[in-house]
């Protein structure tokens, strides 16, 4: 069974640029969310993906933005980056609603974003 | 008030002690809890979930739900140095969208 990749590991940007994170979900899921973790803080929900439309969002703004593709990979786009964006961006995939095996989420290893 | 609070530590213990980490939790509607561990600089890795209350036990770890005070436990037992890392505690309400709330993490060192 393939586990949740991410790419890249590290990316640095500058201030007012704009970022593509990519993701790859676990084998036999098609749920995918992205997270965003502060350093010392825990993954806070940013939005989910569901046969390629949202599915939920968190509380960030528009310029976070998504897709999701046929085969259950998924990007992240960040507009107009600022210097509070720095943080490790997480994908994790499920299996579709309702239910423990929905419930339950696997992590990839993260993006680590710094914006300069 | 942050939906689920943790006690984000340190907690240092020698190697071999019974580790107890927790949360508490405000929002009644959440139906599903987990602990996940995250290693530095690593993605958060699930170790253990439980629907509504009761205990779930897998090797060395156990966790428990009481869902009347609000509050929710993982213990490590014979705990080794491996299993220093970060412990997040995650609840979701079970819906169409299953977001993770998530607590800060408690960061754990084991001392061999």
């Known amino acids: 069974e393939t586990g949740v990749t991410q790419s890249p590991t590290h990316l640095i940007k500058t201030r007012g640029q704009q970022v593509t994170l990519r993701c790859s979900s676990q084998s036999g899921h098609n749920t995918v969310s992205w997270y965003q973790q502060a350093l010392g803080q825990g993954p806070q929900f940013i939005f989910q993906y569901y046969r390629e439309e949202e599915n939920g969002r968190g509380n960030f703004p528009p310029r976070f933005s998504g897709l999701q593709f046929p085969n259950y990979s998924s990007e992240l786009n960040v507009n107009a980056l600022e210097l509070d964006d720095s943080a490790l961006y997480l994908c994790a995939s499920s299996r579709p609603s309702g239910g423990a095996s929905s419930a339950t989420q696997y992590f990839g290893p993260g993006t680590r974003l710094t914006v300069l | 008030q942050k939906e689920v609070e943790q006690d984000p530590g340190p907690l240092s213990v020698p190697e071999g002690a019974i580790v107890s980490l927790n949360c508490t939790y405000s929002?009644?509607?959440?139906?599903?809890f987990m602990w996940y561990r995250q290693y530095s600089r690593k993605g958060p890795e699930l170790l253990m979930y439980?629907?509504?209350?009761g205990n779930k036990e897998d090797g060395r770890f156990t966790a428990q739900v009481d869902k009347s005070s609000k509050y929710i436990s993982l213990f490590i037992r014979d705990s080794q140095p491996s299993d220093s890392a970060t412990y997040l505690c995650?609840?979701?309400?079970?819906?169409?969208?299953?977001?993770?709330?998530f607590g800060t993490g408690t960061l754990l060192a084991v001392q061999p």
């Open positions: 439980t629907y509504s209350s």
């Open positions: 929002n009644s509607a959440f139906q599903y």
């Open positions: 995650a609840m979701n309400y079970g819906g169409a969208t299953n977001k993770l709330i």
